[in-house]
Nanobody
Framework: VQLVESGGGLVQPGGSLRLSCVVSGFTLDYNAVVWVRQAPGKEREAVSCISNTDHIIYYLESVKGRFTTSRDKAANMVYLQMNSLKPDDTANYYC????????????WGPGTQVTVSS
């Protein structure tokens, strides 16, 4: 079982990226999924959380109205659409399934780096 995030990159302020999350050998259908990010020298923070029934549980206040999380159960993928990106969004982004509110996988994936810079 391996968490794999993808879709990061270098983008100018105001740009967009869509991150993808897949877990090989595991179906995400029955778990909430959380996106978190960590910038150098900063604490890891939760960005969004979607329930197993596609209900949005949480968005970080600073991303509300700009980021949207969704899932495609047929593809076993969870996405984070990020619009109107700001330099403060620069971080490594990670996903994980949740079980009873806690990360299901103790080992996080490598994440995907998002850099917002002109």
């Amino acid at each position: 079982v391996q968490l794999v995030e993808s879709g990061g990159g270098l983008v100018q302020p105001g740009g967009s990226l869509r991150l993808s999350c897949v877990v090989s050998g595991f179906t995400l259908d029955y778990n909430a999924v959380v996106w978190v990010r960590q910038a150098p020298g900063k604490e890891r923070e939760a960005v969004s959380c979607i329930s197993n029934t596609d209900h949005i549980i949480y968005y970080l206040e600073s991303v509300k109205g700009r980021f949207t999380t969704s899932r495609d159960k047929a593809a076993n993928m969870v996405y984070l659409q990020m619009n109107s990106l700001k330099p403060d969004d620069t971080a490594n982004y990670y996903c994980n399934a949740l079980s009873r509110g806690a990360p299901f996988f103790k080992s996080w994936g490598p994440g995907t780096q998002v850099t917002v810079s002109s």
